[in-house]
């Protein structure tokens, strides 16, 4: 029975969902860090209070050590990713269909197969 790689009713394996989730969950957080180290130095610059500057100085230093232990997640994460779907790529035999489906619904995850260019 042919799978078409499109279909929505293909699952991931609960194990493969985890991992979509992790890295889901790592790059949305990665952007609200990246967003809260703008605004503070925003807020620094505006300051006229030293101590004030200096909390904020301090919130940037937080915000930038957990961006970069998100982002050493991230790239965990997304290291197993790619294996995964190295591995589904590599099934031979009755479930070469739904393992090729399952890749292609990784690389959809991963922003591999989106059609539509970021202008960002």
Same mark, same amino acid.
């Given at each position: 029975?042919?799978?078409?790689?499109?279909?929505?009713?293909?699952?991931?394996?609960?194990?493969?969902?985890?991992?979509? &989730? $992790?890295? /889901?969950?790592? $790059? %949305?957080? #990665?952007?609200?860090?990246?967003? @809260?180290?703008?605004?503070?130095? =925003?807020?620094?610059? !505006? %300051?006229?209070? /030293?101590?004030?500057?200096?909390?904020?100085?301090?919130?940037?230093? @937080? *915000?930038? @050590?957990? /961006?970069? &232990?998100? +982002? #050493?997640?991230?790239?965990?994460?997304?290291?197993?990713? +790619?294996?995964?779907?190295?591995?589904?790529?590599?099934? =031979?035999?009755?479930?070469? &269909?739904?393992? +090729?489906?399952? *890749?292609? +619904?990784?690389?959809?995850? /991963?922003?591999?197969?989106?059609? &539509? =260019?970021?202008? !960002?």
């Amino acid at each position: 029975m042919e799978v078409p790689s499109w279909d929505y009713r293909i699952m991931l394996a609960p194990s493969q969902m985890i991992l979509v &989730t $992790q890295y /889901l969950v790592l $790059q %949305e957080s #990665i952007a609200d860090l990246e967003n @809260e180290i703008v605004d503070c130095q =925003v807020d620094a610059s !505006r %300051e006229r209070d /030293l101590p004030r500057v200096k909390i904020h100085r301090k919130d940037i230093a @937080e *915000a930038q @050590e957990d /961006l970069q &232990t998100h +982002k #050493i997640d991230k790239e965990r994460v997304e290291r197993a990713l +790619k294996r995964e779907e190295e591995r589904l790529r590599n099934v =031979v035999g009755g479930g070469e &269909t739904l393992a +090729k489906a399952q *890749a292609k +619904k990784l690389r959809f995850y /991963l922003g591999k197969d989106i059609k &539509t =260019v970021c202008l !960002r």
